[in-house]
């Protein structure tokens, strides 16, 4: 008899449909209170005053160095300074790399000097050699081992401008693949044209790798400027040039990604979660990579805060100032981590990383009952000038590892026609940013944080099933 009743019972369940994922919805109430936060946050000059400080009191804020600690104390003073209600560190370690002095020129008939950088991870070493250009990553890696021994491997590809910065790719390969196809064809060292879109003598850095098994060698990049002089005389005849680099790993540094967060009125343990990277090249002052991420976040989690307790909203808004990011993501895989048995309470995630252009563009990566949700948030973006897209670009970088695992993502995206003019370049200075257009960074992320920490239900954060 009991067999009976619980193959009934089996037969009952398996014939009712499944019930359905209720739908995640904004409320009225909430799309008012974001207007007026998206008003207030137009006339609100916070993300300026917080990049002004972190550029003009810490600077340059390379990974491992002493800046880099005080760009920790920095962030936290910051936060408590700007009302949070919660404020802690947590630590990153990561391998740390030094920079201390890079030089090169043309020897023999046409010296002159040459604009370079290291690149980061690059080894130190001093080398005069004779000069092979290549075109193309790819063109370089044809090469035949040995046909380059004594030799210097020179990469001389245009990065193409776009507003969404799709040239970075293919120039980024070139910066992260070329040294090691240059050592396998024998290449005592290795230089490129910089992964940028300006026209001035400023040599874009940026980290590099070397395949597992290969000697690393010194590799560098050149100014665009200098990429055409040098190819110029390559075309002449043949040319030799000194490199010069005093730079290297340095042993292990632990720092912090920096965490503040505003409470939420009734479900305070799930979180919307919105940063920037803290950490900078070295060369300028780190101002759109990424100060203005970071202050983008602060200053929308302090506006956020400045509402009654009551109008809050209902989850927590949690701002990461990230380490480590320009090494590896190193602070957002420690992140991910820390806080992957939390991954269903991370309501939905979004980093600023791409300077401080005008959004232009909105787009969420959820499930089909969450779609409304995201139309709401488009809603009360699209004052702003901004765009509701289907089909997102990612959560950014540091936020990347925990979106892999299941985080929910969302993406506001920057015009970026000139970040690659500026980036990693003695040219990431405040100047470059324009306070208008921050500001309206500012009140996009002030906006979505809030409608996304206030709607009922979620936007999907789930465990993604291990890949083998």
Not at 242 to 252: I, M, P, Q, T
Not at 341 to 362: C, M, P, V
Request: charged share 25%; hydrophobic share 40%.
């Amino acid at each position: 008899m009991r067999r009976t009743l619980l193959a009934a019972a089996l037969s009952l369940l398996v014939a009712l449909p499944l019930q359905a994922q209720q739908p995640t919805r904004i409320g009225d109430a909430a799309m008012t209170q974001a207007v007026t936060l998206r008003e207030r946050a137009l006339a609100d000059d916070t993300g300026w005053k917080v990049v002004e400080s972190l550029t003009t009191e810490v600077g340059p804020r390379l990974a491992g160095s002493e800046a880099d600690a005080r760009a920790v104390e920095w962030a936290k003073a910051k936060f408590k300074a700007l009302g949070y209600d919660k404020v802690w560190t947590e630590p990153v370690t990561f391998p740390k790399w030094e920079r201390r002095s890079e030089s090169a020129r043309i020897v023999g008939a046409h010296a002159q000097a040459l604009h370079v950088t290291a690149l980061g991870g690059s080894p130190g070493g001093k080398v005069e050699a004779e000069v092979v250009r290549f075109e193309s990553l790819e063109a370089l890696e044809k090469a035949a081992p040995g046909s380059l021994a004594g030799k210097i491997a020179f990469i001389d590809y245009p990065m193409t401008r776009a507003k969404d910065g799709r040239g970075y790719g293919p120039g980024s390969r070139v910066r992260s693949g070329g040294p090691s196809a240059a050592i396998r064809a024998g290449a005592l060292a290795y230089v490129m044209r910089s992964a940028g879109t300006d026209s001035h003598r400023n040599p874009h850095t940026g980290i590099t790798r070397f395949d597992d098994g290969l000697k690393p060698i010194p590799s560098a990049a050149l100014s665009l400027p200098d990429a055409d002089q040098l190819a110029r005389l390559v075309a002449l005849g043949q040319v030799k040039i000194a490199l010069d680099l005093d730079c290297g790993w340095n042993g292990e540094y632990t720092s912090q990604n920096v965490i503040g967060e505003i409470t939420g009125r009734s479900k305070p343990d799930d979180v919307v979660v919105i940063g920037g990277h803290l950490d900078s090249w070295d060369l300028g002052t780190g101002a759109i990579d990424d100060g203005a991420g970071v202050a983008i976040g602060m200053a929308a989690g302090h506006l956020i805060g400045t509402l009654p307790k009551g109008q809050r909203p209902a989850r927590t808004i949690r701002v990461v100032a990230f380490a480590n990011e320009e090494q590896g993501l190193y602070g957002g895989r420690a992140y991910a981590q820390k806080h992957a048995a939390d991954l269903r309470k991370h309501q939905l995630g979004a980093e600023s990383d791409f300077g401080a252009g005008r959004i232009y563009a909105f787009a969420a990566k959820t499930p089909d009952y969450a779609k409304e949700a995201v139309a709401r948030i488009a809603q009360a973006l699209a004052p702003l000038g901004i765009e509701h897209r289907e089909d997102g670009e990612g959560c950014g970088p540091d936020l990347s590892p925990f979106n892999a695992i299941g985080m929910a993502c969302a993406g506001l995206s920057q015009d970026g026609t000139d970040y690659f003019d500026l980036h990693h370049t003695p040219d990431d200075t405040l100047d470059k940013i324009d306070p208008k257009a921050l500001a309206q960074n500012v009140a996009a992320y002030t906006v979505f944080a809030f409608l996304a920490a206030d709607a009922q239900g979620d936007f999907g954060s789930a465990p993604k099933p291990a890949t083998p």
